[in-house]
């Protein structure tokens, strides 16, 4: 085999190279999307939930996706976590085909997510501390002492240090909410999912954690799912909405445009709008018919 150094080139170039080309696959992954869906669909049984989605998620970005009640949001969480399978179409994150991925590269994939439970699923019997340090004791050898500081460090940046050697029992329901998040964000995750996050908070504990939410996003680097219905908050703080209706994408975009949108869904949705394609009353037959009277009682 003929030395390096005789091809015209040296090992000083050999590492330069490998330099670059580092730089530019950190580059084409800071511009590509973190998660992607491609005609994604699912159905629980014969009930469809999602037809055909398409849906790019950019990173650094803190996105809410918004629609009625069993409209396919927290479907669309699960599928990015791999909990489900979709039944056509893909869900790639950081450029990996989700259902596509083994055991081993699944549970690596997951620890770089982390998940705001709607009402924060804290561990009852383990103190405030001890929730927060549960993922680093139990996915990282990190020494004790190191482990506090960052506990610590985590509880501090939700404002709830002094809070540590509390109980979840002895914790309102915003307080609770925020420790879920100071333990969600424990292992410096790339991607948070939130579900419901507003859900059941007064108004300041609402505010407060909405700020969280935008403010860990940009100081942490990371990316920001939200399946919410609260539209004012909700607007204040994301870049980007997707509205699901019938198992499809109905509507997107910033903020501003979707306070001014004109699609009627989305106009019904943003101001709570009793009248607009989303019907008061399930889907049944006639009422007249349930009750026995009209054309061919027998009343």
């Given at each position: 085999?003929?030395?390096?150094?005789?091809l015209?080139?040296?090992?000083?170039?050999?590492t330069?190279?490998?330099?670059?080309?580092?730089?530019?696959r950190q580059k084409?992954?800071a511009?590509s999307?973190?998660?992607e869906f491609?005609?994604v669909?699912?159905?629980y049984?014969?009930r469809?939930?999602l037809k055909?989605?398409?849906m790019s998620?950019?990173?650094g970005?803190?996105?809410a996706?918004m629609g009625?009640?069993?409209s396919?949001?927290?479907?669309?969480?699960r599928?990015?976590?791999?909990?489900?399978?979709?039944?056509v179409g893909s869900?790639?994150?950081a450029?990996q085909?989700?259902?596509?991925?083994?055991r081993?590269?699944?549970?690596k994939?997951?620890?770089?997510?982390?998940?705001?439970?709607q009402?924060?699923?804290?561990f009852t019997?383990l103190?405030v501390?001890d929730?927060?340090?549960f993922?680093?004791?139990?996915?990282t050898?990190?020494p004790?002492?190191?482990?506090?500081?960052?506990?610590l460090?985590?509880?501090?940046?939700?404002?709830?240090?002094?809070?540590?050697?509390?109980?979840?029992?002895?914790l309102?329901?915003?307080?609770?909410?925020?420790?879920?998040l100071a333990r969600?964000i424990?292992?410096?995750?790339?991607?948070?999912?939130f579900?419901?996050?507003?859900?059941?908070l007064?108004p300041?504990?609402l505010?407060?954690?909405?700020?969280?939410i935008?403010?860990?996003?940009d100081?942490l680097g990371?990316?920001?799912?939200m399946?919410t219905?609260?539209?004012?908050?909700?607007l204040?703080?994301v870049?980007?909405?997707y509205?699901?209706?019938d198992?499809?994408?109905a509507?997107?975009?910033?903020p501003d445009?979707?306070?001014?949108s004109?699609v009627?869904f989305v106009?019904q949705?943003?101001?709570?709008e009793?009248?607009g394609?989303?019907?008061?009353?399930?889907?049944?037959?006639?009422?007249s018919?349930?009750?026995?009277?009209?054309v061919g009682?027998?009343?």
């Amino acid at each position: 085999m003929r030395p390096v150094l005789e091809l015209g080139c040296n090992l000083g170039d050999v590492t330069h190279v490998t330099e670059i080309l580092e730089v530019k696959r950190q580059k084409l992954m800071a511009t590509s999307p973190l998660i992607e869906f491609r005609n994604v669909n699912f159905a629980y049984g014969t009930r469809p939930i999602l037809k055909g989605v398409d849906m790019s998620i950019s990173r650094g970005q803190v996105i809410a996706i918004m629609g009625g009640s069993g409209s396919g949001k927290t479907t669309l969480l699960r599928l990015i976590g791999g909990e489900i399978r979709p039944l056509v179409g893909s869900v790639s994150v950081a450029g990996q085909v989700v259902h596509e991925l083994g055991r081993n590269e699944l549970f690596k994939l997951r620890r770089k997510m982390g998940m705001l439970f709607q009402f924060g699923a804290l561990f009852t019997d383990l103190s405030v501390f001890d929730n927060v340090a549960f993922q680093m004791r139990e996915h990282t050898n990190l020494p004790e002492s190191m482990i506090r500081d960052l506990v610590l460090m985590k509880l501090h940046a939700v404002g709830l240090r002094g809070a540590q050697h509390l109980m979840p029992a002895q914790l309102s329901g915003g307080m609770a909410r925020r420790v879920a998040l100071a333990r969600s964000i424990a292992l410096d995750p790339m991607l948070m999912m939130f579900d419901e996050p507003f859900t059941g908070l007064d108004p300041i504990s609402l505010s407060v954690i909405g700020s969280l939410i935008r403010r860990l996003t940009d100081t942490l680097g990371m990316t920001s799912i939200m399946v919410t219905h609260d539209i004012q908050e909700s607007l204040r703080i994301v870049d980007y909405v997707y509205f699901l209706a019938d198992g499809v994408i109905a509507a997107h975009g910033t903020p501003d445009e979707v306070r001014a949108s004109k699609v009627p869904f989305v106009h019904q949705f943003v101001h709570g709008e009793i009248d607009g394609p989303v019907p008061f009353h399930y889907q049944a037959q006639a009422y007249s018919q349930d009750l026995g009277i009209g054309v061919g009682s027998n009343a």
